[in-house]
């Protein structure tokens, strides 16, 4: 019986609340509906080409030898669509779209490359979002996204061949429960959230927090909503300029990661099967939930928009909770952490740049910054802070990881009688070795491959800094605003007005000011990048950077820092009401950019939609396409079409090279001496082969050495070397004895 009694007082708590079981019978009857919706018949269809619409005016159709129908001349009538579906019957919903089809790339004369495409079409605005998939000819099969927002009566789906070589087999139209039943899963898990976050926030609740903390909380929920308030919209967040790029990472992840590799160090479908290898260069570890949740069928899109929602709420949580320890108020905390994540420049980056490495990095600066505030003043374990945030640059970032190390490294050196201390050198010690064996399994590859890499660059700055005026107020990809060099400014006023004691408070505000005046000044055309560039070592890490207003994530948390300094400064000072006052006007201006900033760069459009998961980059005209980008391609490699140029094969017959993920093979025979062919690979270490040797060509592609006399199939594979498989073993058996060594200490202290 008395078992029975939490439950009856529960119940009886329910009763007396009208309100509450009002609320979850709504998200009762929420959760059904969206778990209806994602189980409800829906239609589905195959088509034929003899099904379809015959759209082609000038360009002549014809048949493939398996009856396939399409384009078969290069060029012809490129603008025309071949094919389009009657009319389709859609309620809501997601569905897939799966071509069957055989294609030939076309190269026009200025080397721009054209592949078929599929897109849909309506008059029934907001119903199914416009959309173009471009399909790859190295494959005979696609399956694309298609998002119904609303029932359509009128949808079609449309068959370009864009000049390419195209023959249709089949197009089939299905619906995507996979992503229907993720989505309604994901509103209950959201659901539940709100009911704790409501339980929290409620006086009355027995999970009620204490007043300070629930102003914190709605504090920290509208900043996060603000910041994500584009993501509400159908197309929010989709229109940035290296966006195609990341959707790219995220589905070459996903594809690796379900080809059984891991970590991820090669996209092998990518570049028509040559491969491709971004994640040797370029830190991707946070990618890899967002590559897990498309692997359970999520639209790209949709992975996308949540891994900014989670960055921005990460951000948000971590600021806050770090400049709380170092503030000891909450009030100071949470406007450092509201004009941190609402920095103009944090925005541009996510919502105009779609730099993803960037605004993600800037979730750890708040980790080192408060690393740095404990190792200075004595106050607990330093090195864990320093190693995971100095880590986390490194896995997003490494041009934010080289402006960080150098700042940090000139901090350092200017408070040299603190640094050089016993317990301060033991914990930079700590947090060095922490983090380079935790990081060795990406460090290994990344020493290993930086000198490979090719560049079309000088490897100087690409532009000059920034203008007064765009650096306050007009900046397109880069802008301060006004709010955050105010705040750096009401620092200064207050410590010249009423100066502080001397002590650990004073010289933090006193480094942050020094930190966010000189990375606003290093961002601007003021600085005499020309002279620096030319210095030995350092000139050739700060051209590395490519912008001079990358300083700017810096300046944003250090200027955000010193807000919260200049806050408390006036409080300490007994000027509670001009506190108050200054860091209203800091948020009002922070605020008043948003809703300029909004409207004018976050794209309004309701009817694009981008879900294509192919390996395309889509230039201006949109049926011309480049396959991802050329940045991290080995030394000598040349594009070719949609290959690399290589050399002629010499003392062999090759009759065939087949490709199938990690593995290439090679039908071929040699006569009375050694055989020499460069293979459809690009050359990254850990290519293996069974037959002969392997080296790296000079046109950058694997090369594949034959003995004399041989005839059958050579199978080339490409696994990880086994150096870097000892780095993933040392990075593992640290993490190992670290998880050991926390829940040690966990168990000691209980």
């Not at 909450?330 to 541009?348: I, T």
């Not at 490194?394 to 960080?404: A, E, G, K, M, P």
């Not at 700055?461 to 990809?477: C, M, N, S």
Request: glycine share 10%.
């Amino acid at each position: 019986m008395p078992s029975n009694l939490p439950a009856a007082g529960v119940a009886a708590r329910v009763r007396r609340r009208p309100a509450l079981v009002v609320l979850l019978a709504a998200e009762l009857l929420l959760l059904v509906v969206a778990f209806y919706g994602a189980l409800r018949p829906l239609p589905a269809c195959t088509f034929a080409p003899a099904d379809l619409e015959n759209w082609a005016v000038e360009a002549a159709l014809s048949t493939d030898e398996a009856g396939r129908t399409g384009n078969g001349i290069p060029g012809q009538a490129p603008a025309e669509t071949l094919f389009s579906t009657p009319m389709l019957d859609l309620p809501a919903g997601y569905y897939r779209i799966t071509v069957r089809y055989r294609a030939q790339a076309w190269v026009n004369d200025d080397g721009k490359i054209a592949v078929p495409s599929l897109s849909s079409y309506t008059e029934q605005s907001g119903t199914v979002y416009t959309y173009e998939g471009h399909l790859d000819p190295g494959a005979d099969s696609q399956t694309l996204d298609l998002c119904v927002g609303g029932h359509s009566t009128d949808a079609r789906l449309l068959l370009r061949h864009n000049g390419a070589v195209f023959y249709l087999e089949s197009l089939s139209l299905a619906p995507n429960r996979a992503l229907m039943l993720l989505l309604a899963a994901g509103l209950a898990l959201g659901l539940l959230t709100a009911d704790l976050l409501l339980a929290a926030l409620l006086p009355s609740s027995p999970l009620a927090v204490p007043v300070p903390a629930r102003v914190a909380l709605l504090g920290l929920g509208g900043m996060v909503v603000l910041a994500c308030l584009p993501l509400l919209q159908n197309n929010g967040a989709m229109g940035g300029h290296d966006l195609y790029f990341h959707l790219q990472r995220i589905q070459g992840i996903a594809d690796s990661l379900a080809g059984g590799e891991f970590p991820v160090r090669l996209y092998h479908e990518v570049k028509s099967g040559y491969g491709y290898a971004p994640s040797l260069y370029y830190g991707e570890l946070l990618l890899y939930p967002a590559a897990l949740l498309r692997l359970l069928g999520l639209d790209l899109r949709l992975c996308y928009q949540g891994y900014i929602w989670a960055i921005t709420l990460a951000t948000a949580l971590v600021s806050y909770r770090c400049l709380r320890e170092i503030f000891g108020r909450r009030g100071p905390a949470l406007l450092g952490a509201a004009l941190y994540l609402l920095s103009p420049y944090r925005l541009v980056c996510l919502y105009v740049r779609a730099a993803v490495g960037e605004y993600t990095a800037l979730l750890f600066l708040p980790l080192i910054a408060l690393g740095l505030w404990r190792l200075y003043t004595g106050r607990g374990r330093a090195w864990v802070l320093l190693a995971v945030g100095f880590g986390g640059l490194l896995q997003t970032h490494i041009i934010t990881l080289i402006l960080t190390t150098l700042l940090v490294l000139c901090l350092v050196l200017a408070l040299w009688r603190r640094t050089f201390r016993r317990r301060v050198l033991l914990e930079w010690g700590k947090a060095a070795g922490v983090c380079i064996l935790v990081n060795l399994w990406f460090l290994v590859p990344f020493v290993s491959m930086a000198g490979s890499r090719l560049s079309q660059k000088s490897g100087g700055l690409d532009v000059p800094g920034l203008t007064l005026a765009q650096l306050l107020t007009r900046g397109e990809t880069a802008v301060c605003g006004l709010a955050l060099p105010l705040g750096g400014a009401l620092l200064l006023a207050v410590y010249l007005l009423f100066p502080p004691a001397p002590g650990p408070a004073r010289t933090a505000g006193l480094c942050a000011l020094a930190v966010g005046a000189f990375s606003l000044f290093a961002s601007t055309d003021l600085f005499p990048w020309q002279t620096v560039t030319r210095l030995p070592v350092l000139g050739t890490l700060l051209g590395s950077i490519q912008f001079p207003w990358r300083f700017l994530g810096l300046a944003a948390f250090a200027l955000a820092l010193a807000s919260g300094w200049a806050v408390q400064g006036l409080r300490q000072a007994g000027r509670a009401s001009a506190a108050r006052a200054a860091g209203a006007a800091l948020l009002g201006l922070t605020l008043l950019f948003c809703l300029q900033f909004f409207p004018d760069h976050v794209s309004l459009d309701t009817d694009s939609y981008l879900g294509d998961p192919s390996q395309w980059l889509v230039l201006d005209n949109s049926n011309q396409v480049w396959p991802m980008d050329d940045l991290y391609l080995p030394r000598g490699a040349v594009p070719e079409g949609l290959g690399f140029a290589a050399a002629q094969p010499a003392g062999i017959q090759v009759e065939e090279i087949l490709r199938d993920g990690r593995t290439t093979t090679i039908t071929c025979s040699t006569g009375d001496g050694e055989g020499f062919v460069d293979l459809p690979l690009l050359y990254y270490p850990g290519y293996q082969t069974d037959t002969g040797t392997l080296y790296p060509s000079d046109q950058g592609l694997v090369g594949l050495a034959v003995p004399a006399g041989f005839e059958g199939t050579v199978t080339v594979t490409w696994r990880e070397p086994k150096r870097w498989l000892a780095a993933d073993l040392v990075s593992a058996v640290t993490l190992a004895a670290l998880a050991g060594r926390a829940l040690y200490r966990r168990k000691k202290h209980r």
